[in-house]
């Protein structure tokens, strides 16, 4: 599999931004994805990056730097309810799919 | 409505009594998967289906078997549980080869086994 690597949890205040790093080892890389879980729910799709570069999603924004094995997921204007886990996912070329562990986000008022 | 759907939503067995995992998706996806989560260790793949009668093995097969016969059906099946397999349990599905594939998640099984 790959190993994939985010940090454990972040907590920022409502309306900041927050950056939340993913580095991925892959042998085959065939595109990176965000997803967002929150507690006790099904993962939801953010995002998908399989060329260099930024992916603006209103709020939500996700970058890709394929050399580098990195990528970032760029939460602007927080609110409450974005507090979550956030799963990055790397698929190979063989359509696996390998998640990290996620990042759990926190939103104090 | 567009969904995949999961069966039962939560099961408590003993060890070694053979259960069975449904799930169905109603969008036509040709790719199924089967992941497990458990705390501090994110979501593993188990198995994954690119098509009808294609599967193969994802990081974690061990003590699990799948079956696809059917486009829209990929059980789980679990012929001898553990107490390790007591876990939160994903099916997914998505199209294959149009742009992003995105999975699309059933709501969960969550299994104990004692």
């Known amino acids: 599999g790959q190993n994939i690597d985010q940090p454990t949890e972040m907590t920022a205040t409502e309306g900041a931004i927050v950056q939340i790093n993913c580095t991925y080892q892959?042998?085959?890389?065939?595109?990176l994805f965000w997803y967002q879980q929150h507690a006790g729910e099904a993962p939801t799709f953010l995002s998908y990056?399989?060329?260099?570069g930024l992916e603006e999603k209103g709020r939500f924004s996700s970058f890709l730097s394929r050399s580098k094995g990195y990528s970032y997921l760029l939460l602007k204007e927080l609110q409450m309810k974005d507090s979550a886990s956030y799963l990055c996912a790397v698929r190979s070329n063989d359509y696996k799919l390998s998640f990290g562990a996620g990042t759990t986000v926190t939103v104090r008022a | 409505e567009a969904q995949v759907t999961q069966n039962p939503r939560y099961l408590i067995t003993v060890t070694g009594k053979k259960l069975t995992v449904t799930c169905s998706q109603n969008?036509?996806?040709?790719?199924m998967s089967w992941y497990r989560q458990d705390p501090g260790l994110g979501l593993r793949q188990i198995y994954y289906s690119m098509n009808v009668e294609v599967t193969d093995k994802g990081d974690v097969p061990e003590g699990y078997k799948v079956s696809r016969k059917e486009k829209r059906n990929f059980p789980l099946i679990l012929e001898s549980p553990s107490p390790n397999q007591t876990s939160l349990y994903f099916c997914?599905?998505?199209?294959?080869?149009?742009?992003?594939?995105?999975?699309?998640f059933g709501p969960g099984t969550r299994l104990t086994v004692t």
């Open positions: 990056n399989v060329l260099d």
């Open positions: 969008m036509n996806h040709e790719y």
């Open positions: 997914a599905s998505s199209f294959f080869d149009r742009g992003p594939n995105e999975q699309y």
């Open positions: 892959t042998s085959g890389f065939n595109g």
